[in-house]
């Protein structure tokens, strides 16, 4: 059974930091990539940051310089640091694994053939 639990979601000033971490579990070894996506009700889903299992990384343009993503693949938890953050970074914070992902940017947008976490709220005040 595929689990992706994140944690680390909280209410913060604007220009404060968080960092969001995500537990896998169960996730077929075809999944070559690991992302976080954001939700905000009423909008589409958009991508963050993306994380191949080699390194590569992708970032959305409204968070580069401010958010970075890792991955430890020896304990299978990737992390998003969220630095300098923003009122409009407010949005339920998904957690996804790609499945035999072949362009990361393409899956940033797209996010097509993933496995889903339940999502944690990130809350930035003015």
């Known amino acids: 059974q595929v689990q992706l639990v994140e944690s680390g979601g909280g209410s913060v000033q604007a220009g404060g930091s968080l960092t969001l971490s995500c537990a896998r579990s169960g996730v077929p070894d075809v999944s070559n990539a690991m992302g976080w996506f954001r939700q905000v009700p009423g909008k589409e889903r958009e991508g963050v940051a993306v994380?191949?299992?080699?390194?590569?990384?992708y970032y959305a343009d409204s968070v580069k310089g401010r958010f970075a993503i890792s991955q430890d693949n020896a304990k299978k938890t990737v992390s998003l640091h969220m630095n300098n953050l923003k009122p409009d970074d407010t949005a339920m914070y998904y957690c996804?694994?790609?499945?035999?992902?072949?362009?990361?940017?393409?899956?940033?947008?797209?996010?097509?053939?993933?496995?889903w976490g339940q999502g944690t709220q990130v809350t930035v005040s003015s």
């Open positions: 994380i191949s299992r080699g390194g590569n990384t």
């Open positions: 996804a694994a790609g499945l035999e992902v072949t362009n990361l940017g393409r899956w940033l947008t797209s996010a097509d053939g993933s496995y």
